[in-house]
């Protein structure tokens, strides 16, 4: 059964900073890309980052480039999400999932997990 569990959220103050982590299981992910999402309430869900397992290759929006940054520890079967200079904007559930090719779009991704919330006061 595959399982991808995040943990790693809170509440932070504005500036601070989080790190997000994806623990994978159940299956072999190496030919997988592990994407971040987050959903605001009353918003569409909307694509953070997103990385190969097999190469380390990324994708990322510019617009959040130098604040996300996404990783992966293959040892552990684990990505990580680490997010710096948090504003009140960034509040929202942080979800994890597993897609055969890397990319942004939330359909093609076929494992999810449950999501962490991450709260950012002002």
């Known amino acids: 059964q595959v399982q991808l569990v995040e943990s790693g959220g809170g509440l932070v103050q504005a500036g601070g900073s989080l790190r997000l982590s994806c623990a994978a299981s159940?299956?072999?992910?190496?030919?997988?890309?592990m994407g971040w999402f987050r959903q605001a309430p009353g918003k569409e869900r909307e694509f953070v980052d997103a990385i190969n397992w097999s190469d380390g290759s990324t994708y990322y929006l510019a617009s959040r480039k130098g604040r996300f940054t996404i990783s992966r520890d293959n040892a552990k079967n684990t990505v990580y999400l680490q997010m710096n200079s948090l504003t009140p904007a960034d509040t929202a559930v942080y979800y994890c999932?597993?897609?055969?090719?890397?990319?942004?779009?939330?359909?093609?991704?076929?494992?999810w997990g449950q999501g962490t919330q991450v709260t950012v006061s002002s």
């Open positions: 159940g299956r072999t992910f190496s030919s997988y890309a």
């Open positions: 999932a597993a897609s055969r090719t890397l990319t942004r779009v939330p359909t093609e991704y076929i494992y």
